[in-house]
């Protein structure tokens, strides 16, 4: 009886011992292998930190960083010491933002972009345009700007006086009324006669001397008003002369039939605003001249519009005074001086 009482307190023993065991297994046994197995390294790559446009130039801006596993990681992103391979490139399509960056995203430069345009298009920055003006030797400072350059951009223009209701230039031109009034045994409709030989409308003046009043009108056409101004500062120059069209023909032996024609049109990089602007000068007749810029000066200066009265005070230049003398023979125009070596052309 007493080894039948033993071996039954030995079994319950046994089984306490196994339920023991087993809620210390269930227990720290993920602990265990969870501290014995090694978490995999993470790397940092780069992603896009803001929406890139087909063609925007990746720079640091851009840029964020994400952490991920070192074996999620695939060999076609870019990590944190690949840096100096990822910036400075183009980005092939738009990206939105919080794109991995891979290489089969990015290009080296714009023409390697795919685009149903023309290639030389990806250059052009977001929310600006590209427009064309007419150049020559003296607006293309003696063609020392070429494509790339940054210049200032200079207009001209002539105004005169006009009438505000004829939007004519004055003086306006007189005439003689004649007849006017109501004809007597005629029905009561006015009638008017133009007669008599007009003239330049003039001015009635008294002359201080004679106390007798004069007509005056003017002795020549009015003389328009010159004025420039800078309109346009620090502007990219996309191209001087045409976009190639077709490839160049070659004679035999790989020469060009002709020799390059020197340009007569530039294309600048604008606002859309701007664009507006040179369209507007450009069909005024307005005399544009580009003044070149060292390309690493960012800054825009204020600058006064060039009048007649501007040059007389700034560059202090006086209005000579009537002497009782003056240079002989008479001087009505200045003329450029021809030089021994300058080349003439016979008619």
Do not use: W
């Not at 794109?99 to 714009?110: F, N, Y």
């Not at 005439?175 to 009561?188: C, Q, R």
């Not at 990219?236 to 490839?247: E, Q, R």
Request: contains cysteine.
């Amino acid at each position: 009886m007493r080894r039948g009482r033993t071996l039954i307190f030995l079994l319950l023993i046994l089984i306490v011992g196994l339920v023991v065991v087993g809620v210390a297994v269930t227990q720290f046994l993920p602990q265990l292998l969870a501290a014995r197995t090694p978490e995999p390294q993470n790397v940092e790559i780069f992603i896009t930190g803001q929406p890139i446009p087909q063609g925007g130039k990746i720079t640091e801006d851009v840029l964020d960083t994400l952490f991920v596993p070192a074996n999620q990681v695939q060999a076609v992103e870019y990590t944190v010491e690949e840096k100096a391979q990822l910036v400075g490139r183009v980005a092939k399509y738009p990206l939105e933002q919080g794109v991995p960056i891979t290489s089969a995203v990015v290009a080296d430069s714009a023409a390697s972009i795919p685009s149903a345009g023309p290639q030389h298009a990806n250059i052009i920055p977001q929310g600006m345009t590209a427009a064309s003006i007419p150049a020559s030797r003296l607006s293309l400072n003696a063609y020392g700007i070429s494509d790339g350059a940054y210049v200032n951009v200079n207009a001209c223009y002539l105004f005169v006086d006009v009438d505000p209701s004829f939007q004519s230039i004055l003086p306006n031109n007189t005439s003689v009324l004649t007849a006017t009034g109501f004809p007597e045994d005629a029905l009561p409709v006015l009638t008017i006669g133009v007669g008599g030989v007009g003239g330049t409308q003039g001015r009635l003046e008294l002359d201080p001397s004679l106390q007798q009043p004069f007509y005056y009108i003017p002795s020549e056409p009015q003389r328009a008003r010159p004025v420039c101004q800078t309109i346009l500062q620090d502007v990219l120059v996309m191209k001087t002369g045409n976009f190639s069209i077709a490839p160049v023909a070659a004679e035999a032996g790989g020469q060009p039939q002709a020799a390059p024609q020197a340009p007569d049109i530039v294309t600048l990089v604008v606002s859309p605003q701007d664009a507006v602007t040179l369209s507007y000068m450009v069909y005024t007749n307005a005399k544009i001249t580009l003044t070149l810029r060292n390309p690493s000066d960012r800054s825009r200066l204020a600058t006064e519009a060039a009048v007649l009265q501007f040059l007389l005070s700034q560059y202090n230049i006086p209005v000579p005074a009537k002497l009782p003398y003056a240079l002989q023979p008479r001087i009505d125009a200045l003329n450029t001086p021809i030089l021994p070596n300058d080349t003439t052309v016979a008619p």
